[in-house]
C-alpha cells in the first residue's frame, strides 16, 4: 500500500469552468482599476478625511467573495442590452474621469461598470444579489469640493456654538468669535476637520453596514437607527471637541494639538458607534415586534 502525501489539491470542472468564463473579465477590471486604486493608496487615502477608503474596498470585496455562488452558477438569463448600455456607461465615465483626472467619476464608474457586467453575464438577479456591495462603493467616492464648502462652515458654527454653551454652563471662562474659542489664555479655532462632516459620511457606511447585516425584520428599528446616525455623528463630534477645548485649557496648546488631537478622532468614531449599538439594544427591548421575534427564537 501506498500513500502520496501533500498531493496538489484539484481544481473542481466548476471552477475551471468559472475561471475560463471569468478570467478575462477579471484582467480587464484589474487593468482598469489598479492604477485608480495606487493612486488612492499614496494620496487621498492617507488623509484623516477619506481614511475609511480602505476599509469601503475590504468590506465590498468581502461581500462579494461571500456571494461568489452566484457568478459562479450557471446564468438562467442574461439582460444583454441594459447590460450593454450600463456598461459602456460605466466605461465612458471612467475615461472621462481618468483622462481628466476627475476621480470622482473615475472611482464612481466601478458601479456602473460591475453592475452591466452582472447584467450581461448572470442576469437581473445578480444585480439584486449583489446591490448592497454595488451601493456601499458610493462611500468610496470623496465627497466633492462644494458639498464639502456648502456644509463645514454651517457644521463648525454650530459646533462652536454649542460647545460654548455648555461649557459655559459648566462655569468654565469661555467666550465665542465666531469660530474660535477662547477659554482662559488659550484660544481655539475650530477647523474644518473639526466640523464633524466627514465622521458623518463615515459612520453613516458603518451604520447601514451594520444594519445590512443585522437585517432586523422590524421597519421602524431600521428606520428609527438610520435616521439617528447623523445626529449621533454630530454629538459625537461636539464631545471630541469639548475634551480637545478641556485639555487645551488643562494641559496646555501642546497637549490639545499633539497625540491627543489624533486620538481624539479615533474616540470619537468608537463611540459614535457604541452609541449607535445601544440605541439598537434599546430599540430591540423597547419594539413589541422586535420582543416577540426574540421570544419566538
Request: charged fraction near 10%.
Amino acid at each position: 500500500m501506498s500513500t502520496i502525501l501533500n498531493a496538489p489539491p484539484q481544481l473542481k470542472p466548476t471552477a475551471l469552468a468559472f475561471l475560463a468564463e471569468w478570467w478575462p473579465v477579471l484582467v480587464g477590471l484589474l487593468a482598469l482599476f489598479v492604477p485608480t486604486y495606487v493612486g488612492l493608496a499614496s494620496g487621498i487615502w492617507n488623509s484623516e478625511e477619506q481614511a475609511h477608503g480602505p476599509i469601503v474596498l475590504a468590506v465590498v470585496l468581502w461581500m462579494f467573495w461571500q456571494q461568489r455562488a452566484v457568478v459562479a452558477a450557471p446564468a438562467r438569463s442574461t439582460n444583454p442590452v441594459a447590460g450593454s448600455v450600463l456598461f459602456g456607461f460605466g466605461l465612458l465615465v471612467y475615461i472621462l474621469g481618468r483622462s481628466q483626472d476627475i476621480l470622482i467619476l473615475e472611482v464612481g464608474s466601478q458601479i456602473p461598470i460591475l453592475g452591466g457586467l452582472l447584467l450581461l453575464t448572470r442576469g437581473t438577479q445578480s444585480v439584486r444579489a449583489f446591490w448592497f456591495p454595488l451601493m456601499f462603493l458610493l462611500f468610496m467616492l470623496p465627497l466633492p469640493g462644494f458639498v464639502v464648502d456648502g456644509l463645514t462652515g454651517p457644521l463648525k458654527q454650530y459646533v462652536s456654538v454649542i460647545v460654548e454653551q455648555l461649557l459655559y454652563v459648566a462655569g468654565y471662562p469661555i467666550a465665542r468669535n465666531g469660530v474660535v474659542l477662547t477659554i482662559g489664555p488659550y484660544q481655539l479655532l475650530v477647523a474644518d476637520a473639526c466640523s464633524g462632516l466627514h465622521s458623518m459620511f463615515s459612520l453613516s457606511s458603518m451604520g447601514l453596514l451594520y444594519l445590512y447585516l443585522m437585517q432586523h425584520p422590524s421597519w421602524t428599528r431600521n428606520g428609527i437607527l438610520i435616521a439617528s446616525i447623523l445626529p449621533i455623528a454630530f454629538a459625537a463630534n461636539v464631545l471630541r471637541v469639548i475634551v480637545l477645548v478641556l485639555v487645551t485649557y488643562y494641559l496646555g496648546d501642546e497637549a490639545g494639538q499633539g497625540f491627543l488631537h489624533g486620538f481624539a478622532g479615533i474616540a470619537l468614531f468608537v463611540i459614535a458607534l457604541l452609541m449607535l449599538f445601544a440605541l439598537d439594544g434599546l430599540l430591540g427591548w423597547v419594539l413589541p415586534a422586535d420582543r416577540r421575534t426574540r421570544t419566538a427564537q
